[in-house]
């Protein structure tokens, strides 16, 4: 008898963790998070539909809308959630009009037309005003302003109209096409990334390159799919030195070494998308001389010094005359240091960059000129 009720009490016990677990795992999938969206926001192709909504009005003996540059702004932020989540409900789930609230604008937003996959401003204007809601917003005689946002992700285009009676316009005017990346709050379980492979990535120091984008399919329109810039640590390399660091979707190199690049959707995600081999690379730069090297008169020399900065890494430095054939074996430091006169002009230095195996990375070659 006991021992049935020490069983009953063990499989209690374990029921009770086995549900708190399954609480966690649904409230870790259901998590609020930013994940950052690149793209182009249209502030040209918002005007066109702005003049176009007048002229639909106008049709209609309604008074003329003012563009909003508040509300622009506000409608441009939605366009880029609904390239990730096509609702009026947003991303976070909360409310479409909780926007202006979030801008911290005093315009109250009445009214949003959402539309996706419309490739040019008539095109949209003619799928609203086609649609009973859609049209009744446009030509609402309560309104008086209108923000208007296109953001283009990937292969999608996502339109918003915003509505208001009341104005505010602390924004300054934008105009064109900006290539932007996004901040957005979602619910994770609203994040649908596809495969992210990514080859080994070559940085060379002073020359940023962009992080590869992770697709993301859009949850509630399947036809569309939009680009996430994802988040990355710091790269390390040997001794865990620093020798790269990854800043609004653009990766710096700081050192020269080779490290592990992990990538991951948004911060503080568990396992990272992809990881990939980042080598930087130093560029060869002169110490002492610019590469036009002045002498006044025959026969004069001149030291000109040279440097790679590394960590973990060889060097080995080469010379080839004008005339020579090939290139002569100098030197298997940092530095380097050579004298040249005016017959030396057209002298080529090549530095030959390897990691601690012994396997050649790169090359860098320098032609001297020399001039009187």
Request: aromatic share 10%.
């Amino acid at each position: 008898m006991e021992k049935q009720i020490y069983r009953k009490k063990a499989l209690f016990g374990l029921l009770i963790v086995f549900l708190v677990a399954l609480v966690f795992s649904f409230a870790a999938a259901d998590q609020t998070v930013d994940v950052t969206i690149h793209g182009k926001a249209r502030y040209d192709w918002a005007e066109e539909v702005f003049k176009i909504v007048n002229k639909e009005r106008e049709k209609e003996g309604r008074s003329k809308l003012t563009f909003s540059r508040d509300l622009t702004e506000c409608a441009m932020q939605r366009a880029a959630e609904c390239c990730l989540y096509y609702s009026h409900t947003r991303p976070d789930q909360t409310s479409c009009f909780t926007i202006s609230e979030e801008y911290g604008y005093a315009a109250f937003c009445c009214g949003e037309n959402i539309a996706i996959g419309y490739t040019s401003p008539a095109a949209v204007m003619k799928g609203w005003m086609n649609s009973p809601g859609h049209k009744a917003n446009i030509l609402a005689s309560g309104t008086e302003h209108i923000g208007v946002g296109c953001f283009i992700s990937d292969n999608c285009y996502a339109w918003v109209q915003l509505f208001s009676y009341e104005e505010d316009n602390k924004t300054a005017a934008k105009n064109g096409v900006v290539e932007c990346n996004v901040r957005i709050r979602t619910k994770v379980s609203l994040l649908n990334p596809q495969k992210l492979t990514v080859r080994n990535m070559t940085v060379v120091k002073g020359e940023p390159v962009m992080l590869p984008m992770v697709t993301v399919l859009n949850t509630e329109w399947k036809y569309s799919r939009c680009k996430l810039v994802p988040y990355a640590k710091s790269v390390r390399g040997y001794g865990r030195k620093k020798i790269a660091v990854s800043e609004n979707g653009m990766l710096s190199g700081i050192e020269a070494g080779t490290g592990k690049l992990k990538l991951y959707l948004y911060q503080g995600q568990d396992t990272p998308i992809a990881v990939a081999q980042v080598t930087v690379n130093v560029p060869l730069k002169i110490l002492s001389q610019p590469k036009n090297i002045r002498v006044s008169k025959a026969g004069k020399r001149a030291s000109v010094s040279f440097e790679v900065q590394g960590n973990g890494l060889k060097y080995r430095w080469f010379t080839k005359k004008p005339g020579d054939k090939k290139f002569v074996m100098r030197s298997d430091k940092e530095k380097y240091s050579v004298m040249v006169n005016d017959q030396n002009n057209g002298m080529e230095v090549y530095c030959e960059v390897q990691d601690k195996q012994g396997k050649k990375v790169r090359t860098e070659t320098i032609t001297i000129r020399i001039g009187k």
